[in-house]
């Protein structure tokens, strides 16, 4: 097993000369359905020059909810913009404790921590798990903030095959024999980001028990979308199988934020000790609001998510029915895997000639050879989207 650290973490932040991104800047429509460039021509109205958005993350499009609007405003009116201090010292708000509470009942665990975004909850949730003497196990797709955790904690990390229980179980075995009296760590998310596929939770989670090891997912993806009433994957399984789980409010919540939510036990213990939670300015109180009224809306509304999945596997279904290969898994994220990085920012500009935008994700973020438009299903979309999809993106 390697210390976390490798050479691949590093290119995936510094591309080579070829790869280097751009910033493009959005306006968002009224309805958040489409984006149009900040910066094009103002000739011609707004709707024609807009983009149908087929890249965001707002999955439930929450963000332009206007009860998330009204609550993140009457939540600047009490408390104001910033909360000016960490939650030890004097950032608490009573609108933090509420959404901890609202949560940890939603997901049915005991204790749920608020942290400025996913990315920071990731890097605290593993540090809490790992340190230099612990082996951890990662899906060889997890997202960078995971990776990025386990290189901060100094953990032996080693990767398994994407959502390969077999491979999983394999590595887990020979962690035994390599490292006997430590307790592994595996980590997984429930809903990949760029792949748009979900391990067999429960199977892993039996494993895990099976072998000692701790279990911790990210359901960044999954909230608000996969599971009974969009409870993500994990609040099915018993109560104890997952050790940490980490969701962040910035995807189907429209808000901003995320939280960490764990036993009784570990939450005092990353209460007292977790340097991302202790030593950071609290959730900003109106992205709280708004990520409270979002829990609530979807409590409220627990059908969304179901027909969410209805639309994502119809889509599925028409995109090979038109020849594409049947993108994996069930919720709104459907990859089109085209090849090599020009063919498919080819396929994201002809998208873009038909009115549509979906942004082609290319290596580093995914595997050298495997470039790929990465299509979101929302579940309000302009009619005929779907027509219009296809036919601007004929196989060829
Ligand atoms: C799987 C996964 N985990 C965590 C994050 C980070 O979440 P946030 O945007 O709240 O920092 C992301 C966002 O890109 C993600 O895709």
Known sequence: MARAGSSKLANMCSPSQARRRQLRTWRPSPDGTRLLPANSAPEGDEKQRSLVDLASNDYLNLAQHPELIAAAKEEINRSGVGAGGSRLISGSRPVHDQLETQLASWLEQDRVLLYPSGFQANIAAVFALADRHVPVLADRLCHYSLLTGVQASGARLQRFSHNDLKDLNRKLERCHQLYPGHKPLVITESLFSMEGTSPDLATMAELCASHGARLLVDEAHALGVLGEGGRGLCQALPSNAVTLLSGTFGKAFGSGGAFLACGAEL????????????????????????????????????????????????????????????????????????????????RQQQLENAGLLSVAIRPPTVPEGTARLRLVVRRIMPDRTLEQLLSALPIS
């Open 267 to 346: 939450g005092e213990t990353l209460l007292q000790s977790s340097g991302a939670f202790r030593y950071t300015t609290a959730l900003a109180p109106p992205l709280a609001a708004a990520a409270l009224t979002a829990l609530t809306l979807m409590q409220r509304h627990p059908h969304w998510s179901g027909e969410l999945i209805t639309k994502s596997q119809h889509w599925r279904s028409a995109l090979a029915a038109a020849g594409w290969a049947r993108p994996g898994g069930t919720g709104p994220i459907l990859p089109l895997v085209i090849g090599t990085d020009q063919a498919a920012l080819d």
